[in-house]
């Protein structure tokens, strides 16, 4: 018995041990050691979408020499969300994000009554919203003539796109609109901006990105093309695939498209960035990681 007793000492005591902890001096390190464990009452849903995002969270950081994006932050504590971590290792994840200026466009972006962060850690993401609130968004601010000047730009497209880009977001800002507004008045703005991209990628035969409009307006016909429709979105699909080859926009906007095209025809997704939506089969991802030379 007591030969037993030692033995389960030792092997809580060595289980423990490999549990990370993290602070705000360790966690850039001690999160590329990481591992995610299913804790009682995580969905498999859940731990398989947080497990992805945390492998692609370490590639995309080892691939950039082991320095962090905002990106990695937000997604990191997204995926420590999901797998019910302490609160308090979610805090630093938000914490570090919170040190890049892209948190303000987060925050409204995704701000709803069901975001994670506002009911987790909601003493340090109100003061984080707060602080947001108080510094207008940059494209508020932007002046349009000053912008295209200074990146030798079209004025007549950026002002268009830019036009786009408010009319996509509008309905969709939950602090200022209901969800009925968004229900009924959004749909009409998305039919509005997807005329006039097909109408601009007729004209220019190619992506509208950061060559053409800058990098405040890089990702605005990509979001166009997200909040449309499967046969928009499966039309545009090479014409994003080529503008992340040609860098006009991120690796991530492709990952996101294919996520949402293959959650609306099939409900399963590949790369984990759609939220509660499952994950494909291990063969499946990596057969379209394969077919879109993603690694």
Known sequence: MKNLMTL??????????QETIFTLE???TEFLTYQAI?????????FDFAKNIISESKKSIINNGNIYKFGNYWNIATALYMLKENNIYIEIAFKKASEFNQICKFIKTFENVKNHFNR???EIYNLQKQKCK??????????????SSANNLDLKLVKLISRVSINDKKYRDSNRYSDKD????????????QVIIDSLYKEYKTYIGKSLVGDEFKTTMWAVIQHSNPQMMEKYLPTIQKAVKDNEIHLTTLKMLIDRIYWLKYDYQIFGSQPNIKLADEKKISEIKIKYGID
């Not at 389960?8 to 041990?17: C, D, K, N, Q």
């Not at 009924?184 to 901006?193: G, M, S």
């Open 8 to 17: 389960f000492l030792i092997i809580t005591s060595i289980a423990y041990s």
């Open 182 to 193: 968004f229900d009924t008045k959004q749909p009409e703005l998305d039919k509005k901006n």
């Open 120 to 122: 987790t850690i909601p």
């Open 38 to 46: 299913q804790k009682d009452g995580v969905s498999k849903d859940n």
């Open 26 to 28: 360790n966690f850039d």
């Open 134 to 147: 108080k510094t207008l968004t940059i494209q508020d601010k932007l002046d349009l003539e000053k912008y």
